[in-house]
């Protein structure tokens, strides 16, 4: 399987990297490809340009590989912080140039773009690994969980990604290193629950 990991966290040294870095090791254990595109290392330009807005638009070298990827993946897992209850703006403009139509949804024939799109991302799973420093109690009854409902249902289920597994690790900024060493053992499980060794 090919598993495209995507990274959103500006410093090395953070939570989100070791857990990027375990679900690539994982895969890789379990006998799969797997790419990580880690964006602020990458330096990818998040604004999106009118040109590349059309179907047929645009697009640079790099967006179309950065397509190519995520088209062709058997799985996808995202990880980032929870900032202001939304994904980092590198990674919202990464989806913005990246899950475009005709690489992750289409409208059917005389739907000018009013209706529901029809997915096209042939990935057998979607995971979402989020940091926070929100209790998740707090979280859900304050906020409503937005990330839960911008990455499942205004994302994946569009574009064609029905089974979907996200969890938030929390109070990331007051852990001890056993929590965390727990939540990454949590996070291999997770990753070898979803995309077990090939055969």
């Known amino acids: 399987m090919n598993i495209l990991v ?32 880690d964006l602020y290392r990458h330096g990818f330009d998040s604004h999106l340009p009118e040109r590349e807005i059309p179907t047929k638009g645009d697009v640079s070298p790099e967006v179309e590989e ?27 403009g990464w989806v913005d140039r990246v899950f475009r139509p005709g690489i992750a949804y289409r409208f059917l024939e005389g739907d000018d773009g009013g209706g529901v799109p029809e997915g096209l991302l042939t990935a057998q799973a979607a995971l979402v690994f989020n940091t926070s420093n929100t209790q998740e109690k707090r979280e859900r009854s304050m906020f409503g ?3 839960e409902l911008i990455w499942k249902n205004c994302i994946f289920d569009l574009c064609g990604v029905d089974t979907f597994y996200r969890r938030m690790f929390s109070v990331v900024v007051d852990s001890t290193e056993e929590e965390r060493k727990r939540w990454l053992d949590e996070v291999r499980d997770t990753v070898r ?3 077990p060794p090939d055969g």
């Open 66 to 92: 950065m397509c190519r990827e995520l088209a062709n993946a058997d799985g996808i897992v995202i990880v980032h912080p929870n900032w202001w209850g939304q994904p980092p703006a590198i990674l919202k």
């Open 145 to 147: 969980d937005p990330l």
């Open 6 to 37: 995507v990274l959103a966290h500006p410093s090395p040294k953070s939570f989100n990297h070791a857990v990027a870095d375990t679900v690539v090791s994982t895969a890789r254990e379990n006998g799969h490809t797997a790419t990580l595109l």
């Open 193 to 195: 629950a979803y995309f």
